[in-house]
Each structure stands twice: as structure tokens, then as C-alpha cells.
């Protein structure tokens, strides 16, 4: 049976997280620019490339547990403005900048994974293969349910109530399959082991996840800020990577005409004279 009140209160929650991010990004975006990055283009080496292409780890984890402060580099819209009508006519290869940026950004994430996985193998109670594979039934089938729920919210916002409500009965038929891989999953353990909080690492955001957590905390974390920046950050990363070796020699290839093309106009310069 679907519960109509949980369809509103996750309506009710989405829009107040949009409201609160629209809210922050048109105050940012009000805040007057000091001198030094009124004067600057956004060809400037000062000037976040990332940032001129949406894709800045700094703006899209801001106000997440992950919050990486202000960026060290100048984040401007209306120097991203200036950039994106400059395109319109030349190509300046910022994708290949980005690409390295987000590259950078997210090796590291995956060391830090690694690192948090090591850590609950060393500290959590070791588990025979069986159990193991009973446990991560349970989690894959909660993550199904976060994921679900989660994308409901967001049909939901939408007003596209009818594919909102189809989720929740897949929800619905998720949670029965998980109740009974839980009781198999208590039945194959001594009371006390099963107590035990046992966790794992989401491959995407890094951020514990409980084999006892509730839809509401999976639907929260999969919906949220942080988990839903990591995607868009690891897509766009994925989307760059497919032609950023194409790119480079085109880029190098273009590099080199300007450098011969110079070379001549000195050659030219030194005949004249």
C-alpha cells in the first residue's frame, strides 16, 4: 500500500532543498566583485576553468559534509558568461584543463575510499562468505530502495505524481524482497553479531552506509547534495575523458600553426628591414 503522506513529505522536503540552493546561489551571485576580479578575463590563469564549465568540485560540493571551501581559483559568473559567448567563435580547449582538474579530484576520492574500506575490514567483525554474501544482498537491495525513493522525490517536485507513485510500488515490492533477505541474514548469525552495525563504503561518494539504515536516511543520502555532486562530477569526468586525446593533438596541432605563423611574420619583419 502506498502511503500518500510520504509522497508529500518528500515533495515538501524537495522543494525546500531547492528553494534553500536557489536562495544561496542568487545571493552569491549578488555579492559585488572586489577590483582585482573586475579587471580579470577569463583567459586570465587566475580564472577556474572548471568553474567556466560547470564542472568545479568547490561550487558543486559547497555546503555538503565534503565542503571544500572557497576555491583557490576566481569563480565569476559573468567572467563565465563572457567565456561562454567567446566560445561561439573560438575554440580555447578549457575542457583539457578540466578534464586534468576533475581527473585529479577524483583519484584522490577513490584513494580515500580504498583507505575507508581497509579501515572497516581491520575493524569490523570478519564474516564467513556466506553471511558476507546474505549481508550484501541486504545492502544492494536498501541502496535499490534509497535510489528509488529518492528519484520519487524528484518526480515528485516535478508534479509527475503518476510516474512518482509507479516507483513507490516498486518500493514497495523492494521492501518486502528486503525484509526477507534480512531475516536470512539474522538467521544466519548469533543475535549479537546481527546488533553489530555492519557498514560499507557508497563507491560513488565515499560516505558510510549502514546495513540497519532506514529507507528515509538511504533516500536522504541517495537524493542528497553530496552523493547526487559526485555523479554529476563523475559523468562529466567520464564525458571528457572520451575526447581529451583528441583534443590535446588538435590543440597542439593549432599551437604549432601559431607558432610557425609567428615565426614567419619575424622572418617577413627581418627581410623589410
Known sequence: ?????????????????????????????????DDTTYRLKFTDPKVCKSFLLTCCPHEILSSTRMDLGECPKVHDLALRADYEQATKTKDYYYDIDAMEHLQSFITDCDRRTESAKKRLAETQEELSAEVAAKANKVHDLAEQIGKKLARAESLGADGMVEESM???????????????????????????????????????CSAYLGIHDNDRRLADHFGGKLHLGFIKIREKLDELKKTVESRREKRREERELERNARFGEIADYDVTR
Open 166 to 204: 509507479k516507483l513507490m510500488e516498486e518500493v514497495e515490492d523492494l521492501r518486502k524482497r528486503k525484509a526477507s533477505a534480512e531475516q536470512e541474514y539474522r538467521n544466519s548469525m548469533p543475535a549479537s553479531s546481527y546488533q553489530q552495525q555492519k557498514l560499507r563504503v557508497c563507491e560513488v
Open 1 to 33: 500500500m502506498i502511503d500518500i503522506d510520504e509522497i508529500i513529505l518528500i515533495s515538501s522536503r524537495v522543494e525546500q532543498r531547492a528553494s534553500q540552493s536557489f536562495n544561496l546561489t542568487c545571493w552569491k551571485s549578488r555579492q559585488p566583485r
